[in-house]
């Protein structure tokens, strides 16, 4: 999408848009589709918001210019620094200097986010100056084992967080406002249905549909005769569509979403009286006002129906907002026209502090939501915002995780606001064209065009481990021999790790019944031979929702069977691939445990002759043409020496020469019985 036009604001001949560019040249995107120029502005063109980002190798965003403020006060430009797992380690608030930006000078606020392996803040610190001596904030905070804050040294100010046993919050600090302690009450569902003061006093009752909606808020001491109910009225995407103020027929809010992303709204009328009419202007509390956003979809500008903004917002990377006036002058705390769709298009709830995510509740001064994701999730911190990744990341319904995986041969993937195809590749670990292939959306259907974003996708999630047992006439040797067990465990192990990260493991167990590949024992080029895809074998790999194979057992040659011998009688043709009935989908790792599994030549097929059959070179790269450039393939060469320093693994594509064993560098010999 590379325009969005509101024509109600001003006239039509004169709208308010936001534009990328047109003709082929779009000024507001870079070469890799990331947003360098967020610009809002009407025909004239006077600009009405606007922010410039650039974008460090890894896609994070390294700085972020407020154009209409640069190099005058307020001082609003911003760099980001992040660490070697790309998570954001400090924000710096001030001007931007150096070309390209590298830094800001005379800082006037710092965040600095000392990070542990998990993502919780061992350290936060806060500073207002160039002196970084944090003389504002200075924290140690410490955690449990499931990722719950134990404690905020100093204490004081800030309240420490409590939890109840399902890893609920039930007493923490309000946001804004530290010292004070908030107290939460849940429901079966882990949802929360009441907020309160330390004293108990209720502050807010909350009640919820069959899908977790919030479907209405009472605020006040007694729920029963609250001071005001607010009705929450959604379509199917979970948008609020209306909101009715103490049983009024008329509507108290309306809103119209964007389609650019499922938590950015184009406008809201609100009829501050509930009088079925928004004549009554300020008086009366009536408005017409239309949304501006950033490239992250945080709400930067409320513009009246004139085209005139009212109200700016800028944030902390967490969430954190302060207000302006259309000028950029007055800072609060609060908004002047009670807006709460705020941070990523979440709605800020002024009587708690706290933001309402969809399905959960999040707490920006801590970076934490308030309960704990669902054991689907497949990132290890269930309370974590974003990945610590809050400046490129959004989570649009309160659920966000790399891969949402349930132990189904499909797993789930929500596109955010900087996700391209070759951003949700990388997550499964394919390349984007394999990605394409095999990703299907919500409804099932091949994905085509970029990613919608809050669009869930599914993609493989299976993974077959294959055990093989020996064949005595061909692998005599191994007739008694206690390592095919040993490859067995390995391979097994491997499966076990997969499924506890919730991949559907189908374990195949071919020891205790007839081989699916016809072997001869006289003729070791035939195992080679194409057998055709009606082979057990041909029917894993060419699974559309594979994502991984493994085998364990004796020779991984007709154990994985993806090439054939070109010539019988010479005995000298090279091994080729299988004119692609086995090759035809990239996975994201391949692992033999398997005697002789390797090549001598990596970088191709070996030549296999009758006087060279001791040495059984297959060639591994044909193996590798299995597994994505983004993938790791692993084998093992060696019989009783399988654990010996022959094994190695490629990932990434890279070429490496794999050892050629001698014949009796691992102690058997291999003879055939001819």
Avoid at 260 to 283: A, E, F, K, M, S
Avoid at 341 to 346: D, I, Q, S
Avoid at 442 to 467: A, C, F, K, M, Q
Avoid at 539 to 553: I, M, S, T
């Amino acid at each position: 999408m590379v325009e969005v036009k509101y024509p109600a604001v001003t006239v039509s001949s004169n709208p308010l848009l936001l534009n990328y560019g047109s003709g082929g040249t779009y000024g507001g995107l870079d070469q890799f589709g990331r947003v360098v120029d967020q610009k809002w502005q009407n025909s004239t063109p006077t600009v009405k918001d606007r922010y410039k980002y650039g974008y460090d190798r890894a896609s994070n965003r390294t700085y972020r210019e407020n154009s209409l403020t640069h190099g005058s006060p307020p001082a609003l430009d911003e760099f980001y620094t992040y660490d070697g797992l790309q998570r954001l380690t400090r924000a710096a608030r001030g001007t931007l200097s150096g070309t390209p930006y590298d830094s800001v000078t005379s800082p006037v606020k710092t965040q600095d986010f000392g990070l542990e392996a998990l993502g919780n803040w061992k350290t936060f610190k806060e500073d207002d100056d160039a002196t970084l001596d944090w003389d504002v904030l200075d924290q140690t905070r410490t955690h449990n084992k499931v990722n719950e804050i134990t404690g905020i040294t100093p204490a004081n100010p800030w309240i420490n967080p409590t939890y109840d046993a399902a890893g609920n919050m039930i007493t923490g600090p309000r946001p804004g406002n530290e010292a004070t302690e908030n107290k939460y009450v849940y429901d079966a569902w882990n949802r929360m249905v009441q907020a309160k003061e330390s004293n108990d006093t209720i502050i807010a009752t909350y009640r919820y549909d069959g899908l977790r909606r919030r479907i209405r808020k009472l605020l006040g001491a007694n729920p029963a005769s609250p001071t005001a109910t607010y009705d929450f009225y959604h379509n199917e995407a979970g948008q609020i569509l209306e909101n009715r103020k103490d049983g009024s027929a008329n509507s108290f809010e309306q809103y119209v979403w964007d389609v650019r992303y499922i938590n950015t709204p184009v406008i809201r009328w609100r009829d501050g009286n509930c009088d079925g009419d928004l004549d009554g202007g300020t008086q009366e509390g009536d408005s017409t006002l239309y949304y501006a956003s950033d490239a992250n979809f945080n709400i930067t500008a409320l513009i009246g129906t004139d085209g005139t903004p009212v109200e700016r917002v800028v944030y902390d990377p967490y969430g954190k907002p302060k207000f302006y006036n259309g000028s950029w002058q007055n800072p609060s705390d609060t908004s002047a026209y009670a807006n709460d769709v705020l941070f990523t298009g979440h709605r800020l709830d002024a009587e708690t502090g706290l933001i309402y995510g969809g399905f959960r509740y999040y707490n920006y001064s801590l970076g934490d939501w308030t309960t704990r994701g669902s054991d689907e999730y497949d990132y290890p911190n269930l309370y974590l915002y974003a990945g610590s990744k809050p400046i490129g990341r959004v989570d649009p319904m309160g659920l966000w995780s790399e891969v949402e995986r349930r132990g189904e041969r499909r797993a789930k993937v929500c596109a955010e606001s900087l996700d391209t195809w070759t951003s949700l590749a990388e997550r499964i670990n394919l390349e984007p064209s394999e990605y394409m292939l095999w990703a299907k959306d919500s409804n099932g259907r091949p994905v085509t065009g970029p990613p919608t974003i809050g669009e869930w996708y599914t993609v493989p999630n299976l993974v077959y481990v294959n055990l093989g047992t020996r064949i005595p006439g061909l692998w005599g040797a191994f007739r008694d021999s206690s390592a095919i067990p040993a490859m067995h465990k390995k391979a097994k192990a491997k499966g076990a790790a997969y499924a506890a990260l919730g991949y559907k493991v189908v374990e195949v167990d071919w020891t205790t019944t007839a081989h699916p590949i016809p072997v001869s024992d006289k003729v070791p080029e035939e195992m080679g031979h194409d057998w055709g895809s009606a082979s057990p074998l041909a029917a894993q790999l060419a699974d559309v929702d594979l994502a991984a194979w493994g085998y364990g057992g004796h020779g991984a040659d007709p154990g994985i069977l993806v090439y054939k011998h070109d010539t019988y009688q010479g005995k000298t043709g090279k091994w080729t691939l299988s004119s692609g009935k086995y090759v035809h989908h990239r996975l994201a790792e391949m692992w033999l445990y398997a005697c002789y599994s390797l090549a001598a030549n990596a970088g191709g097929p070996a030549q296999y002759t009758a006087e060279s059959r001791r040495g059984r070179t297959k060639g591994f790269s044909l193996w590798e043409l299995n597994v994505s450039s983004l993938g790791s393939l692993t084998g093992y060469v060696g019989g009783t020496g399988l654990f010996s320093s022959n094994a190695e693994t490629r990932s990434g594509g890279l070429e490496y020469q794999f050892p050629m064993p001698a014949s009796s560098d691992t102690g058997t010999t291999f003879e055939d019985d001819e």
